[in-house]
């Protein structure tokens, strides 16, 4: 199959080329019309992206798949252009064993459509009490560990488990929460959270956890993984860490960059998220993090819930925002359209620099590389409309929001799993 006449983003440049595959993996890239005799799809006016690589998904699946199951959340994945996902260990019974790791491994090889990644619980039951089975789950098919939706709040454990993992050559991938300075905030503490009367979360319920983390890794010398930043004193703390030559990166989602905490006063529950939206000062602060690398790249959230779990009162509501199919195009939008970000960069915000996180094949358009892209329409702008979602997730803050990049094709292992209609 050849892509032909595209634009191609590659690692330091952007070239008009055709892409050939053969047997699952990028064969040429070549002037175009230099190759011929094979399938073509032609790509005008498209841009070929390495395909886009999540490291931060809910699938729900198993224990609530009626807020999301594998089969939907993987056609959710690729219609937003992802070609590999990972996904949190929140599920129940929880991803702590061998048995859901291969469950999830199996259930994702039927759907067969992106590559999915369990991602294994620290503890077992996500309890903070004892380390769950943390070579099993490797050995099952783990990319990393993840106590999400909550931290390790025993510092000792917290350190046993990331000395633990190490030598199974895996990452924890850090929730960053002390309970204690939320407790039970259910938005960012300011103006909006008084104007609103709806409790408020400090900087600090955040920052204190990121702070230890960073202590944890430079003091053991083990790579840490920080995710979903969203306070200007966190980027700054991940950045003095990073001069230090501690071994930390970080995430941050489309929400942090995009919107502010403004977006509450109306009471809308699709706007509750966990760090919650806050500040002006912590959007740009993301922004400059992600563009001088403090901050390595972006990842979703994906937090599908039942429309039941969010048409309740603000306090009651269910945290999260359903993000896989509108990631790429807020992204672009914020990141290039508005903030000049190159198109490399963005690639590799979104697809080089998730894989190079977790070790993971991908993020790139090269000979020999698997032929996972993403193909787009750059130019196309739309309407973010929730009942085109196919995710059972409806729960998006963007319903209404006009963005550019629409998605065209998402081609996984060569073969075509997704094709606009």
Not at 223 to 240: D, K, Q
């Amino acid at each position: 199959m050849i892509f032909q006449n595209a634009d191609v983003v590659l690692k330091d440049r952007l070239v008009r080329a055709d892409v050939t595959v053969e047997g699952g993996r990028i064969a040429a890239i070549s002037p175009c019309g230099e190759r011929g005799g094979a399938d073509a799809v032609d790509c005008t006016g498209l841009t070929i992206f390495p395909g886009l690589i999540d490291i931060h998904v809910h699938l729900r699946d198993p224990g609530f798949e009626k807020k999301e199951d594998i089969l939907s959340g993987s056609r959710a994945a690729v219609k937003g252009g992802f070609t590999q996902i990972c996904c949190m260990p929140n599920t129940t019974p929880v991803t702590d064993n061998k048995v859901v790791v291969t469950y999830i491994k199996a259930k994702a090889k039927e759907a067969d459509l992106c590559k999915i990644h369990p991602i294994g619980a620290i503890t077992e039951g996500q309890k903070g009490e004892t380390l769950a089975a943390i070579g099993a789950m490797k050995q099952a098919g783990a990319v990393a560990l993840s106590e999400d939706g909550k931290s390790v709040r025993n510092a000792k454990l917290m350190a046993n488990a990331m000395l633990y993992a190490s030598d199974f050559g895996l990452k924890c991938l850090c929730h960053c929460e002390d309970p204690d300075l939320s407790d039970g905030g259910v938005v960012h503490e300011g103006y909006y959270s008084t104007l609103t009367g709806l409790k408020g979360i400090i900087r600090a319920a955040e920052d204190v956890i990121i702070a230890r983390e960073l202590c944890l890794a430079e003091s053991l010398s083990i790579p840490v993984h920080i995710c979903h930043v969203s306070t200007y004193s966190g980027v700054g703390l991940i950045r003095a860490a990073k001069e230090r030559g501690v071994k930390v990166t970080a995430e941050t989602c489309p929400h942090y960059i995009t919107l502010t905490d403004e977006v509450i006063k109306d009471f809308d529950t699709n706007a509750k998220v966990n760090p919650p939206v806050r500040e002006e000062r912590d959007r740009l602060a993301l922004i400059e993090g992600l563009r001088d690398g403090t901050i390595d790249c972006i990842a979703s959230d994906h937090a599908p819930h039942h429309r039941d779990d969010k048409n309740v009162e603000f306090d009651l509501a269910a945290f999260g925002i359903s993000g896989l199919e509108t990631s790429f195009a807020l992204c672009y939008t914020e990141l290039v359209k508005k903030n000049a970000f190159s198109l490399p960069k963005f690639a590799a915000l979104m697809s080089a620099n998730p894989a190079a996180v977790l070790g993971l094949e991908g993020g790139e358009i090269a000979v020999g590389a698997a032929a996972d892209l993403t193909i787009a329409d750059l130019n196309e702008k739309w309407t973010v409309d929730p009942a085109a979602f196919v995710s059972k997730g409806k729960n998006t803050p963007f319903a209404g929001m006009e963005v550019y990049g629409k998605v065209k094709y998402t081609v996984v292992d060569g073969q075509i799993k997704y094709e606009e209609k």
